[in-house]
């Protein structure tokens, strides 16, 4: 198969906090607003255009508090124009009516878990009534989403979705590869699942752990955007941690450039995923 030339924008995508990570697993996770904000700026710097959000309480724990977002997006704003992906996904066992919370900030862009996977232990619950409530409230809250797609069949739901009109354009999906218990990072299952989706619809590739670096490159040279960030992978080589999130998209960054691709700056990824502004 011949794979055409990429387009040569590619969104970065800054996945900094996430839900699951730790302190004791990494010193270098950012928590209160303002670690938020610096992790956020440095990434900014190193070429990411999205920052996929969740945020913490002071003490470390995972919370969909609107207040605790609006205040992280506002430290966030205070230092760089960078899109602000909120996520509706929260941390499992989160109710929806908890996990919409940061849609009360109207966020630019916020994520669209589109089906139920074992996620490693745990069981991350997104039924296809909840799927289509979430949906209704991001387009609500005036929020462009990013379709997660855990497996094959999460794409078809969110085709269906557009089919029934609960989703319009423009489309973008998120391959999220490699999580314990969903679909492996693999390389057949990215050409697989981009031709499953249209033509004119944008997608990208986050991969968990060890995955992240081989997997993003991959998307990157199909065409793909790409995420990375300590909320999918902790370690910026074996046994050594990534000092934030920031050296990782600076790698990406560099290896997009490497190949021929501009990492794309928040204004042209604005026009790329369709946000006013
Ligand atoms: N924390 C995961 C269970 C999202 O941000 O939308 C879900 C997650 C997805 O992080
Ligand atoms: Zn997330």
Redesign the pocket.
């Known amino acids: 198969i011949v794979t055409p030339t990429p387009p040569p924008d590619i969104i970065l995508t800054a996945a900094i906090v ?3 990570v730790t302190r004791a697993q990494t010193p270098y996770l950012p928590i209160t607003p303002q670690e938020i904000a610096d992790e956020a700026a440095r990434c900014r710097e190193a070429g990411a255009a999205v920052i996929h959000l ?1 945020v913490r309480n002071d003490d470390g724990s995972s919370t969909q508090s609107a207040e605790r977002f609006a205040a992280a997006i506002e430290a966030i704003r205070a230092k760089t124009d960078c899109i602000i992906q909120t ?6 066992g989160m109710s929806m009516e908890e996990r919409a919370g940061p849609l009360a900030c109207r966020p630019e862009m916020a ?1 669209l ?1 589109c089906g139920t996977i074992n ?1 490693g232990d745990d069981v ?1 619950i997104n039924t296809r009534r909840e799927i289509r409530d979430m949906a209704a409230r991001i387009r609500k809250a005036g929020s462009i989403p990013e379709l ?1 797609c855990y497996e094959v069949g999460h794409i078809e739901e969110a085709l269906l979705l557009v089919k029934e009109g609960t989703l319009t354009g423009p489309l973008h999906f998120q391959f999220v590869l490699g999580v314990p218990g969903a679909i492996g990072a693999r390389e057949e299952h990215v050409r697989f699942m981009r031709t499953l989706i249209p033509e004119e619809a944008s997608w990208a590739v986050a991969a968990v752990g060890r995955h992240q670096q081989p997997m993003t490159e991959l998307a990157m040279r199909l065409g793909g955007h790409a995420r990375v960030g300590l909320e999918d992978n902790i370690y910026l080589s074996k046994g050594v941690l990534s000092e934030g999130s920031a050296p990782l998209v600076l790698r990406a960054a560099q290896y997009a450039r490497s190949i021929g691709r501009t990492p794309a700056e928040p204004k042209m990824a604005r026009k790329l995923l369709g946000i006013a502004g």
């Open positions: 996430g839900a699951e969740h996520t509706t996904g929260g941390a499992v994520t878990n996620f991350f997660e």
